[in-house]
Each structure stands twice: as C-alpha cells, then as structure tokens.
C-alpha cells in the first residue's frame, strides 16, 4: 500500500510571501513536526541549495569554515536545515546580508528559539522575519486546499449552519504528522520515545547539566495540567528542585518549541488581573499519550475534567495555529481576575476590538456556559466585545448581536 501524500501546510504561502521582501526567513518549530519536509517543498519552486546541519560533514564545514558556507550559493535561496546546530553561522549570514540585501536569500530552520542557543552573536533584528510551525492544524489533516481563518470568517458576521460534533478522537490523536497513521498504542509509543529522546539528547545539547533527568518530568507534569496557570512553587515542588531550577527547565521546554504560553490579557499592568501565563505542551496528542488519556476515557466520569482542559488546550492550540496565515492581526490571551472572572481566550483584533471565548467540551450548553462572557462584556464596556461560547455539539446560534453559541469543529469547518 502506497503511503499518502504529505500533508500540504499552510504557512507555505507567508513564507512564500516573506522570501520575496526579506533577505533571512526563521522558520521554527518542534522537532518532527514537518520542518523539514516544508522547506524541501519550498526548494523545489526557486533555485535553492538545501543542506542539514543534522549531517556530521556539513556540520563540520560549517563550523571550521563559516564565512565559506554562508557564501556557498550567491544566486540561489541557501536553505539551512537546524541551523541551531551552527551558532556561529549568526554573524557571518548578518555580514553577507549587510553586503547584500537582496531579498529571499536565506531560509533557516531550527528545533530550538535560535536566539536561546549559546554562542549565537546577533538577533538579526531588521534582517530576519520568523515564523513558528506547529503540528499540523485541523484544516491540514482534513487536506482543506483554502486555509481555515476562524477569526476572520467570525468578522464577517455569516449566516450559521449547523457543524459536525467534535470527534474526541481528534483531540486525543493531536497534530504530530509521525502519528497520523499509528494506532492508538503505537502513537503512545512514539510520543514516549520522542519525549524521552529530546530530553535525553536535544535537552543537553542546548542546556547541558542535569536537564535530562528532568525535562522528561516537566512535560509530564504539564501535559498532566493542560492550559493551567504557572504558580513556580508548586512546578518546583512536583519537580523536587528548586524555584529557580523549575523555571529554567520550563524556559528550557519552551525554548525547544514542546511548551506554549498562552499569556494573561490586561488593559494595562495595574488593577485586579492576575498575571500568570497558561502553559501546555504543544499538541493535544502530545498531552494524552504522556498522561495515559485514550478515547474512552473521554466518555468517562473520571476522564471529562481532563478531557475539558484536553479541549480548551485544543481550541487554543488551532487559534494560534490560525494566526500565523490569518488575514487578520490578533493575538491571543486569557483573562483572570482576582474577583473570580475568568475568560478561557481573548483575542485581542489590531483595531481594538475583542473576541473572547469560552470552551466547553459538553454536547449541551445552557446560558451558565456563557454567563462569564456577559460579565467580561459589562466589565468592559468601553470595547467592542464579540462573544463565542464553543462547545462539543452541533448547532449554532446567536444569543445576541454580539454572542454566538458554536460547535468547536467550526474552527476549521466554517
């Protein structure tokens, strides 16, 4: 049987878009979540030359002779696959760039924040425009050829038709490409390993010291809290380290792309809002196969408190997956204040207005499941707030002009 073909992803088209004005495209991401295979795509549509520093040779020459390897091309696109792995090739590219400013010049993958990695000389600040590639999203998985754009579609206010119920299988199965075709088991399996590898291997690489005996500790613990507040005490004392030393392997975690954020959303620094971040691993699968979650725990008295934070992780996961080929600018947060009002996301639009959501993993709603939107709305008054309650069911309807109730699967299915 003949394997399917990749799956097309859509930041292709802004990264397309950014080659063509700037001279050095980031492009980072997990390992294996399809860095590579989308920069091989890109290859194949200009004159490119594609080399990995995941190669015990092209690593050498690029360490022994950088000014050499970053000159290797002049009149091609001079693709770098885990450019992290070279440090030094930092300011040698910013010194070719200056000299030449020709756009669409460099395109440098990497697994880990390249301004993270010790020895990097320069941020290429002006020079460099950097994109993340999470697993894949909804829309990619279902091989849709238009890019889904949530945020977008809401604005144009459409008419609402009913969606599919959300699947808990998707939820549980994740993102990750490796996984797609493995059974149940097998992906637990992968992800096990991938886990323990990156801790063991990838982890000291870039922090060095005692990082592997507990970066494998520290995504077990967050995939077992997804989409909670960072509180350091507690993080330190399920690690058994210190305050200190919890946060530099969650700083660690984040660096490598296995760790999101999902920041607190204020008017301003001051007042009653609580400013911790939200922190869960990258990918929903990710999440379910280190804590042992299946399918059927879904259906389960035990399991749905989980699989509820599963499915707030989930949306917010795809909102951020959006953002990156949206037509509109926004950024996403969460709200919580100290008079007990919490916001599950805030989506915060470039002409001021807010989207903010609640997620509900249940297949039924009442007007309990978006009462703190009301409240969020009357607290501030002064913005143009729309309103989305999604929930695990099928139909869609508007509450008000400003408030829609609607399935979880028209994040991609609108």
């Known amino acids: 049987m003949d394997a399917p073909p990749p799956f097309a992803r859509h930041l ?3 990264l397309v878009e950014a080659l063509s004005d700037t001279p050095i495209v980031v492009l980072q991401g997990a390992r294996q979540v399809g860095k590579s295979t989308l920069a091989a795509r890109l290859a194949t549509q200009r004159p490119a030359v594609l080399v990995t520093l995941d190669d015990p040779v092209t690593l050498a020459v690029a360490e022994s002779d950088p000014g ?5 091309a002049p009149d091609r696109l001079v693709i770098i696959d885990e450019a992290q792995r070279a440090p030094g090739l930092i300011l040698p ?4 760039v200056d000299r030449d400013r020709r756009p669409g010049r460099f395109l440098l993958t990497g697994s880990v924040d390249l301004l993270q990695v010790a020895g990097v000389g320069d941020s290429l600040a002006g020079r460099a425009e950097s994109f993340e590639l999470g697993p894949l999203s909804q829309g990619e998985l279902a091989r849709r050829e238009i890019p889904e754009d949530f945020v977008a579609w809401l604005l144009t206010a459409p008419e609402f038709k009913d969606f599919e119920a959300l699947d808990p299988a998707l939820v549980v199965a994740g993102g990750y490409p490796e996984v797609q075709l493995r059974s149940p088991r097998r992906a637990r399996a992968w992800f096990e390993s991938y886990a323990r590898r990156l801790a063991g291997h990838d982890a000291r690489d870039l922090r060095g010291g005692g ?4 970066l494998y500790a520290l995504l077990a613990v967050v ?3 997804p989409q909670h507040e960072v509180v350091r005490v507690h993080l330190a004392r399920d690690l ?10 969650l700083r660690t975690a984040m660096a490598m792309r296995l760790v999101s954020t999902l920041q607190p959303w204020g008017r301003n620094l001051r007042g009653r809002v609580t400013r911790r971040p939200k922190v869960s691993l990258n990918d929903t699968g990710f999440a379910a196969a280190l804590t042992g979650f299946s399918e059927s725990h879904a259906t389960t008295l035990g399991g749905r408190e989980y699989f509820g934070a599963l499915v707030e992780q989930f949306a917010a996961i795809e909102l951020d997956k959006q953002r990156a080929w949206s037509s509109e600018s926004y950024r996403t947060s969460h709200y919580r204040d100290t008079d007990g009002l919490e916001v599950d996301q805030v989506i915060e639009l470039a002409d001021g207005r ?3 959501v609640e997620v509900k993993a249940a297949i039924e709603v009442t007007a309990k499941s978006w009462r ?7 607290r501030f008054a002064d913005r143009e707030v729309i309103g989305v309650c999604l929930y695990g069911g099928t139909r869609a309807w508007r509450v008000h002009d400003w408030l829609s109730v609607l399935p979880i699967t028209a994040l991609w299915q609108h």
């Open 12 to 14: 292709e088209r802004p």
């Open 68 to 72: 050499f390897f970053v000159s290797q």
């Open 93 to 96: 590219l910013k010194a070719s």
């Open 211 to 214: 990082f592997p005996d507990h």
């Open 223 to 225: 995939a077992a809290g």
């Open 240 to 249: 058994g380290v210190s305050e200190n030393t919890a946060e530099s392997y």
């Open 354 to 356: 807010l989207v903010a």
């Open 372 to 378: 703190n939107l009301e409240r969020f709305r009357s």
